[in-house]
């Protein structure tokens, strides 16, 4: 059973940047899809950024410029990183993990196509600060 570790969120002053990191262990398959999601409070979780199997990698419109996406390889294990720069307070949220080893049903919202995922993790919080 895969699990899924986040890390890295906190409290900064908008212009700060974060670098939030989701270690996978205990997974079956190596051609996975990983993603990052948020929700901010009394709003519905949201897809950030993502890396498909095949390697190609997606970003939210709002966060491109600011926000990058990737995935490094350990020994049974991947870590999803997501680095962001410039962050501002409608960036505020629970920041979750998400990965997926099927990675073949794709989701659509705000113009803009995310691979569906079914494992999440615990999240880690994101709190920025005008």
């Known amino acids: 059973q895969v699990q899924l570790e986040e890390s890295g969120g906190g409290s900064v002053q908008a212009g700060g940047s974060l670098r939030l990191s989701c270690v996978a262990s205990?997974?079956?398959?190596?051609?996975?899809?990983m993603g990052w999601f948020r929700q901010a409070p009394g709003k519905e979780r949201e897809a950030v950024a993502d890396?498909?199997?095949?390697?190609?990698?997606?970003?939210r419109p709002s966060v491109k410029g600011r926000f990058t996406v990737s995935l490094e390889l350990e020994p049974y294990k991947k870590i999803l990183v997501l680095q962001m720069n410039n962050l501002k307070p409608e960036d505020s949220g629970m920041y979750y993990c998400?990965?997926?080893?099927?990675?073949?049903?794709?989701?659509?919202?705000?113009?803009?196509?995310?691979?569906?995922?079914?494992?999440w993790g615990q999240g880690t919080q994101v709190t920025v600060s005008s």
């Open positions: 998400g990965f997926d080893e099927v990675c073949k049903e794709t989701f659509c919202a705000g113009g803009h196509c995310w691979k569906v995922v079914n494992n």
């Open positions: 205990g997974y079956s398959r190596s051609n996975v899809c």
């Open positions: 890396i498909d199997a095949d390697g190609s990698r997606s970003i």
